[in-house]
């Protein structure tokens, strides 16, 4: 299951080491981020071991929407051993963030 998140909770992945974080930027109207939202479950059903996922819906949280620059929904940022290494923007493929993944698996 992926998890949503909160601001108090995206403080725990900048202090996480070794662990790779995907963070799925959303907002419940999107019709782009519902596209996503199966995808990511498939990736998380086949690198559960590898990954963790979690959701961070920007109208709770525009402040880390901010930080991140997060001008545009779905955005994926991942984070490895605390530190932002990706970023995915928009409605891809599971093979697009497959190839992204194998870069810090």
């Known amino acids: 299951m992926i998890k949503e998140i909160n601001s108090t909770d995206f403080k725990e992945i900048l202090t996480a080491t070794d662990k790779l974080f995907l963070v799925d930027f959303f ?12 995808v990511i479950t498939q990736i998380l059903m086949e690198y559960k071991d590898n990954i963790i996922i979690n ?8 402040d880390i929407a901010l930080d991140y620059r997060v001008l545009s929904i779905p955005t994926i ?15 891809v493929t599971k093979s697009v ?4 993944l194998k870069k810090y698996l």
């Open 27 to 38: 907002a419940e109207w999107c019709t782009q981020s519902k596209v996503m939202a199966p």
């Open 55 to 62: 959701r961070l819906n920007i109208e709770k949280n525009p």
């Open 77 to 91: 940022l991942i984070f490895k051993d605390g530190t932002l290494a990706g970023r995915i923007e928009g409605v």
């Open 97 to 100: 963030i497959e190839q992204k």
